[in-house]
């Protein structure tokens, strides 16, 4: 493991993840109402703490290792169980690819 470590990378990956999560079960009746916000108040939060911590996200990946890269796999698949074990790398990329794009707006609107 690095001296680095991938602990905003983390918050942030599985913060995302959470709010797809949320969005498709919001989604299951057709439409996001009232009735999901119970479900919306928790991605809130967690991509709060994530946000805090986001300047560290790109040292952290500049610096990961393969044990790391393994403990966000083990992180991102719980709430990848929907996909085969060979799309999960992927869906990982996907959603760095995602975590990328809100820094780059963050930086936008500070």
């Keep these: 493991m690095s001296v680095v470590g991938i602990k905003e990378t983390k918050e942030a990956l599985v913060a995302v993840l ?3 999560v949320i969005v498709k079960s919001a989604l299951a009746d057709g439409r996001i109402g009232l009735g999901d916000l119970g479900l ?3 991605a809130i939060q967690a991509l709060n703490i994530a946000v805090d911590g986001s300047v560290k996200i790109p040292v952290e990946l500049a610096d990961l290792q393969a044990g ?3 403990e966000l796999v083990a992180a991102a698949t719980p ?3 929907e996909l085969a074990p060979d799309q999960i790398e992927g869906a990982i990329f996907v959603v760095l690819g ?3 794009s809100l820094l780059e ?3 936008v609107i500070k």
């Design 98 to 100: 995602i975590v990328k």
């Design 68 to 70: 790391e890269y393994d």
């Design 79 to 81: 709430m990848l169980k």
């Design 105 to 107: 707006l963050l930086k």
């Design 18 to 20: 959470q709010c797809g």
């Design 40 to 42: 919306v108040l928790p």
